[in-house]
């Protein structure tokens, strides 16, 4: 089967979350299993050294800017990159003409994907950045070699991509009648890839029943219930993601004591009392984390706990914790994102903290488990089809009491036999793509 897979990030090219991973694993999977995939994703100003792209006059009505193409082929995957001085700039997001930025990617792509000659099956979509590819596909002006089925994955519904309606009617072509666009008189780019795609899908079976209620649809419940929402849970990449072979590990293992001897190795890194657990967070530092809830909660964890944060975004959160590490020996912050560094907290905390609002699949506390680091999680979304009582410590509330009970709960568990059973059962879960890639393929059409 052939497969074009369109996002708006690709680890490890591009990264701004999860998105990029599954960006990235999930192709693999599927060639792997013997599939044809090429991966389009704009291609950025952090690829300039690592994937230069030529220009290249691609023949694509409405396209205002010239576009330049770059591509390679590895892990079995074609990967190809869209891009031009719409996107040679410092962050993947976060600008005022971002829905005009990605209405010309989504313009081009079909037309790039013709000029390869590589005439897809199924093209899945991923998030509102590549939205309205689905009416482009049904409507615009794309060779009818690429009028393919469609699937759209949503990841956050948090997101949407709206502008002014006659903006994205006069950038795309697409007419008046096109209704799905419109969205309280504005062009929402995710509500036109939910009306129009041929299947809509999300990345936790519990999130796609959460995004159809009123709750946490964001306002576009109405129209998932009407189109009905998959949920497939995401998988992570075990080969990438392995205490056992990690090369950014100094301290590699595949059993419980190895596991002690990476955990003492971190508190060393980070001038930590070994003698205390160590209870981590690497994150987005933004609401949706939990934010409220840890800050209220943070106080009170510290008196059991080594805490090590990960992480960039909210200025007022980065500057909290700073004055913490600041204040508390046994707290550790740091802003960014480190790769390595990221590596040795998985494999060196003892549990993990996702106090979530909402978390769509979340892929941290696969990770955390996969290293024998237990998540003290938030029981919403894919957190909740992932993580049981037998392998971590879930809890339902958004609170800080909750948060801190849960944790105080956990904390008088360490280093007992009921510690160690939980640890075991992490780290045999299976959380890789197999299954998850199986599904997909029946949502194409295979």
């Known amino acids: 089967m052939r497969i074009a897979f369109i996002s708006s990030e690709v680890h490890p090219f591009s990264k701004s979350g999860g998105l990029a991973d599954v960006a990235s694993s999930l192709p693999i999977a599927l060639a792997a299993m013997g599939h ?6 704009p291609w950025y100003k952090t690829l300039k050294n690592i994937v230069p792209y030529y220009l290249w006059d ?56 013709h000029g390869l000659h590589f005439f897809p099956d199924a093209y899945h979509l991923n998030d509102w950045q590549t939205g309205l590819i689905a009416p482009l596909l049904k409507y615009g002006d794309v060779p009818d070699a690429q009028r393919r089925h469609s699937v759209l994955s949503i990841h956050n519904l948090a997101f949407h991509g709206r502008w002014n309606l006659e903006d994205v009617r006069s950038w795309t072509g697409l007419s008046d009648w096109t209704d799905g666009l419109e969205y ?15 299947v809509i899908s999300t990345v936790s079976p519990r999130y796609a029943w959460e995004i159809t209620t009123a709750e946490g649809g964001f306002g576009l419940d109405g129209v998932l219930r009407s189109r009905g929402v998959t949920g497939i849970l995401n998988g992570i990449d075990t080969n990438y993601w392995n205490p056992s072979s ?13 596991k002690e001897k ?19 967070m690497v994150s987005r530092l933004s609401e949706q984390k939990g934010l409220s809830i840890m800050f209220g909660a943070l106080e009170e964890m510290a008196r059991d706990w080594n805490i090590v944060v990960l992480g960039s975004g909210d200025t007022g959160a980065e500057q909290g914790l700073r004055w913490f590490m600041e204040t508390r020996p046994n707290i550790h ?24 609002l909402f978390e769509p699949c979340g892929l941290s506390q696969m990770i955390s488990m996969r290293y024998g680091t237990l998540p003290i999680a938030r029981a919403v979304g894919g957190l909740l089809d992932t993580v049981p009582e037998s392998r971590g410590y879930p809890f339902w509330e958004y609170s800080s009491r909750a948060l801190a009970n849960t944790a105080s709960y956990a904390r008088s568990q360490w ?24 599904q997909y393929l029946q949502l194409y059409g295979a």
């Not at 044809?36 to 994703?41: A, K, Y």
């Open 36 to 41: 044809e995939v090429v991966v389009v994703s």
């Open 58 to 113: 691609i023949a694509a009505p409405r396209l205002s800017t010239p576009m330049g193409v770059s591509d390679k082929l590895e892990h079995g995957v074609r990967w190809v990159f869209v891009g031009g001085s719409l996107f040679d700039r410092d962050d993947y997001y976060g600008y005022s003409d971002d829905v005009y930025r990605f209405a010309q990617f989504c313009l081009a792509v079909p037309h790039v994907l």
């Open 184 to 198: 309280n008189g504005d062009a929402n780019c995710l509500k036109a890839g939910i009306a129009y795609s041929d």
């Open 246 to 258: 990690d090369k950014h590990i100094s301290q590699q293992f595949s059993d419980f004591k190895g």
């Open 262 to 280: 990476a955990r003492v190795a971190l508190c060393q890194e980070l001038n930590l009392d070994p003698n205390r657990p160590t209870l981590a």
């Open 333 to 356: 912050f740091s802003s960014g994102f480190n790769e390595p560094f990221a590596h040795r907290i998985y494999a060196g905390a003892d549990a993990f903290l996702m106090p979530s």
């Open 415 to 438: 280093r007992t036999p009921a510690w160690e059973a939980k640890v075991l059962e992490a780290m045999q879960t299976n959380f890789s793509w197999d299954n998850a890639a199986q």
